[in-house]
Structures are given as C-alpha cells and as structure tokens.
T-cell receptor
C-alpha cells in the first residue's frame, strides 16, 4: 500500500531563517506530487506541483521554491522566511496520467516569528 | 478563472440529523469532483470521488451528487454523529487545469451530542 510522509510535523522559525520541508511517498512510482499551503480560515492554495524528477511548476509568485531530487521525494524550501509564510503545509500525491484522487500527508505546521 | 465555492461556511446540528453540504464550481468542464474531510491540525482524507460521467457516489452514510450542467455538487450525511465533526472540502479537477485540483474554502461541521 502507498504511504506519504512529511516532516517535521511542527516547526517554529524566526523571520529571515531558511526552511526545508520534506515529503516522501512509498509504494508507488512516478507519482504526481503537490505542495499546498493552508492559511488559518482559508482554503488550500496550490504552491507547486511536479510530474517528474526535476520538473517543477510554480503556481504563485512567492518566497518559496520546490525541488524533486528523487522520484518519490519532494522538498519545499526558502532562503529567508517571512511572517506571511506561516501556515499549514500539505504534501499530496496522485497517480500520474490518471484523473484520480490525491492522497495527502499529515502536514507541517510552520510558525514564523 | 475556475473557482469552487462552498456553503455554508459553518454548520452546527444535533446528533442524528441528516444534513447537506453544498459545493458549486464555475466551469462544467471537469474531470471529476472530490470531497475530502479534514480533522483539526491533520491532513485531508478522501471521502468520495465522482467522475464527470457519474451522477453520484455513496460510501456508508455519505452520498455525493454531481450536476455538471448547473455546476453543483452536494454531500449528504445521514444520521450525523459527533465523530462526523470536521471540515469538509470539495475540490474540482478542471480540464483546463490538467492535474491541479481547485479547492473550496470548506464547511466546518459540528455535530452536537
């Protein structure tokens, strides 16, 4: 069966510090991978998605970047965090080429102070 | 711009009541419509997925319907229980957006015992 992991679960970082959030998927190959952010009281905002290694699409201009160094690994990064980067970050995967559901990880709660 | 809207934003009902959550989308050209559940501080769990060619899907006490022509979907929960308390999100996979889900802001449901 497929599983998706995210870490860390919670993170408190000062403004201006770097960020690295990691997401890994097990039990499938060549998945589509997604990073979402959920701000308090708001819906999910798609940040990045990837259909293959090294292929990253950015949905909104922002202070963040994403990378996919391996087939089932997706990393969200920032060189200098802003207060507005605070939120709940969710990683998801879906089978490539199939219009089926997305499966979400447990999320990372990021607080920038 | 493709958008998904959910009403009501919040709903509080007594245990045992049947209830309906509403979702509307701006473009009928969709691959599918999905309903998710999110518990506080957790990731999303897929509840039901309705393909564009389908009218409804059922899972236990949950029934989701889809009317593409009117751009609407409903999630019906029968005999609600306190354990159903959560945020319910609908998301549409618009054909123009390919692999990217567009989410509504969610309905926060509280079932009182």
């Amino acid at each position: 069966s497929q599983t998706i992991h995210q870490w860390p679960a919670t993170l408190v970082q000062p403004v201006g510090s770097p960020l690295s959030l990691e997401c890994t998927v097990e039990g499938t190959s060549n998945p589509n991978l997604y990073w979402y952010r959920q701000a308090a009281g708001r819906g999910l905002q798609l940040l990045f998605y990837s259909v293959g290694i090294g292929q990253i699409s950015s949905e909104v201009p922002q202070n963040l970047s994403a990378s996919r160094p391996q087939d089932r690994q997706f990393i969200l990064s920032s060189k200098k965090l802003l207060l507005s980067d605070s939120g709940f970050y969710l990683c998801a995967w879906a089978s490539s080429g199939v219009k089926e559901t997305q499966y979400f990880g447990p999320g990372t709660r990021l607080t920038v102070l | 711009k493709q958008e998904v809207t959910q009403i009501p934003a919040a709903l509080s009902v007594p245990e045992g009541e049947n209830l309906v959550l509403n979702c509307s989308f701006t473009d009928s050209a969709i691959y599918n419509l999905q309903w998710f559940r999110q518990d506080p501080g957790k990731g999303l769990t897929s509840l039901l997925l309705i393909q564009s060619s389908q009218r409804e899907q059922t899972s236990g006490r949950l029934n989701a319907s889809l009317d593409k022509s009117s751009g609407r979907s409903t999630l019906y929960i029968a005999a609600s229980q306190p354990g159903d308390s959560a945020t319910y999100l609908c998301a549409a996979l618009f054909m123009e957006y390919g692999n990217k889900l567009v989410f509504g802001a969610g309905t926060i449901l509280r079932v009182k015992s």
